[in-house]
């Protein structure tokens, strides 16, 4: 199995993360921020991957901390798990509708942390959540995990159903990234690493 189990303890947050690629879609997530529980959930459920977050952060500053470092540990693991990436398919791109809206996620395995965000919404939070957290928190997983990621509004007015239809096709997206398929011999690269 995959399965990563990373920690990170600073003076602004305090985080245990178990994560297993080649799971059933289970999840035990534990951030204090009830709508970001909510769409990591969907971002396992989505994904088929097991994981397990419990997250105590300095929510009476904000929710910023908690959010960023969960992404950061997130990748951390995700890279971890994925370790040598012999065999995975490497590429993925998903288009995912949550009712009116529309988002296109595209996933490069590359070694090279990129992210490229074209997301306006049109509120600043949703509960508790602060909206512009969302490309925060996709900032930190992505520098960690060393991957390439894009995203896209293609439609859509309901900031729940826009950012629910981002952490859905980023759990399909690198679900089918991180298949491995046997014809692959090594990792899918020229240059015989990524």
Do not use: W
């Not at 059933?24 to 991957?49: A, C």
């Not at 470092?69 to 998903?94: E, M, N, T």
Request: proline content about 1%; aromatic content about 8%.
């Amino acid at each position: 199995m995959r399965k990563s189990e990373k920690t990170r303890r600073t003076l602004e947050t305090d985080i245990k993360l178990i994560l297993n690629i080649d799971g059933r879609g289970k999840s035990n997530i534990k951030t204090g921020i009830g709508f970001f529980d909510h769409m990591l959930t969907l971002f396992s459920k989505h994904g088929l991957f097991d994981l397990e977050v419990d997250c105590q952060g300095d929510l009476h500053v904000d929710g910023h901390h908690t959010v960023e470092d969960i992404g950061i540990v997130l990748g951390k693991a995700f890279k971890d798990a994925l370790g040598d990436k012999k065999g995975i398919r490497r590429y993925s791109h998903v288009y995912t509708p949550m009712d009116e809206s529309l988002t296109c996620i595209v996933v490069d395995i590359s070694g090279r942390p990129y992210l490229a965000f074209d997301v306006d919404f049109t509120r600043e939070k949703v509960g508790e959540f602060d909206t512009e957290l969302v490309e925060e928190f996709l900032r930190g997983f992505v520098n960690s995990s060393k991957i390439t990621l894009h995203v896209k509004l293609v439609e859509g007015k309901n900031t729940h159903h826009i950012i629910e239809s981002i952490f859905k096709g980023l759990g399909r997206a690198l679900d089918k990234a991180t298949v491995i398929d046997e014809r692959i011999n090594g990792v899918m690269t020229t240059k015989g690493v990524i």
